[in-house]
């Protein structure tokens, strides 16, 4: 390969919606991207390839014996550098916290190939929440040649651990100029095959008007068993005791957080299961759709707060610790755990005072301005050129 090839490695649902970007920028100023697939969430993943329209060039055959980190991060490690013995590429970008970036950075020093950290910084300073997360990044962090950050705060926590300051760039989040491609710039990407009102979704419409939409995601490591629990009969709880209420909560594939929420769910009445939609990971335009009209969101994911953000509904961030205090502090998303009692106050709390609501809603997007993918591109083509 060339020195200007650039070899993406992305693998689950977040990564590919916030390195196509990336991606596109690449392709459209004469470098040469390549996306090589490391393989975590299969069934979630081929539908974002596709959205995107975009193919990996190179996918790795992942046959997990085992749930357990080390087993995944020892297969990750093997292959990735047996990829990139045979690829030869020019450069190695990874996205965030998972495993399989964590690994590729490793391989990637391994073969003395530049490493670029796109979201870079990002910390909530507990070594187990987010886990392994945040020890992933900072393993990362010791490795980058470049450091993509996407915030002031992400620099700063970056200059504090001795980056070199040269090697740090701020450029924003990704997952802005996913959204503004995503709603604006690429009209083919609408194309929704499963939209309101599709198979999943049957009867959805029809409530919306009258209702608060409810949109919710659970699925993290640590918030598996008794979190998940709490989440989900408080949820239930919310359900029950509002009519007005609508909820619709794409359950992640992981079978312990499908048997917890199934479980929780299953006898609902006929007239209240009418108002939750639990459904399995949703296209890319419909969760933006779904987003959009939310009243409210209640999550555990980084990518779910983000894009909420974007689209300026509110967020209640159902963690114990949080990587991106940035949200917190601008206003648009609150910190509030997974308590049962925590959860029923901040919803009652918005239900009531529509001044509390509207100042959510109003908060500035702490994530950039959509064009964080041009940036990393000027830096990558001075960098490779250089």
């Known amino acids: 390969m060339s020195d200007k090839t650039i070899l993406l490695c992305m693998g689950t649902r977040p990564e590919i919606i916030k ?71 020019g450069a190695v970008l990874v996205h965030g916290d998972t495993a399989s970036a964590a690994m590729a950075a490793l391989a990637a020093f391994y073969q003395r190939i530049p490493v670029g950290h796109v979201e870079a910084g990002l910390r909530s300073h507990n070594r187990y929440n987010p886990f392994p997360e945040e020890k992933n990044r900072e393993l990362i962090a010791r490795l980058a040649d470049w450091h993509f950050a996407p915030t002031q705060q992400a620099r700063q926590n970056l200059l504090r651990e001795n980056i070199d300051d040269s090697r740090i760039h701020l450029v924003g989040n990704t997952i802005v100029d996913a959204v503004r491609l995503a709603t604006s710039e690429f009209p083919q990407m609408a194309a929704d095959p499963d939209e309101l009102g599709g198979l999943q979704l049957r009867g959805l419409r029809d409530l ?40 619709v909560w794409p359950v992640h594939s992981n079978p312990k957080v499908r048997a917890t929420v199934d479980e929780v769910f299953a006898d609902l009445p006929e007239e209240v299961a009418a108002r939750i939609f639990l459904t399995r990971p949703l296209h890319y335009s419909t969760t933006l759709n779904l987003l959009k009209r939310a009243w409210l969101v209640l999550t555990d994911s980084g990518g779910i707060q983000e894009e909420a953000a974007c689209l300026h509904v509110p967020v209640l961030i159902l963690r114990e610790a949080t990587e991106r205090p940035e949200l917190v502090s601008s206003g648009g998303g609150r910190l509030i755990g997974t308590s049962g ?44 050129h250089g």
Not at 47 to 68: G, H, K, Q, V
Not at 211 to 235: D, K, Q
Not at 351 to 370: K, S
């Open 208 to 247: 919306l008007p009258d209702s608060r939409l409810l949109f919710i995601t659970a699925h993290r490591r640590e918030n598996l068993g008794r979190p998940l629990l709490s989440i989900s009969n408080t949820v239930r709880k919310i359900l029950m005791a509002d009519e007005k209420v609508v909820i």
């Open 19 to 89: 390195m196509a970007p990336v991606y596109y920028a690449l392709k459209q100023n004469g470098l040469e991207p390549l996306l090589l697939h490391t393989g975590q969430h299969e069934d979630m993943a081929d539908p974002m390839y596709r959205f995107f329209n975009i193919l990996p060039d190179f996918s790795l055959p992942l046959e997990r014996r085992s749930d357990a980190l080390h087993h995944l991060s020892a297969m990750l490690l093997e292959k990735l550098g047996a990829a990139f013995e045979s690829i030869k590429p």
């Open 341 to 384: 009692a925590a959860i029923l106050e901040a919803v009652g709390e918005l239900r009531d005072n529509p001044a509390a609501y509207q100042t959510m809603c109003d908060a500035i997007n702490p994530f950039g301005d959509g064009y964080a993918a041009d940036r990393i591109k000027d830096i990558l083509t001075r960098g490779m």
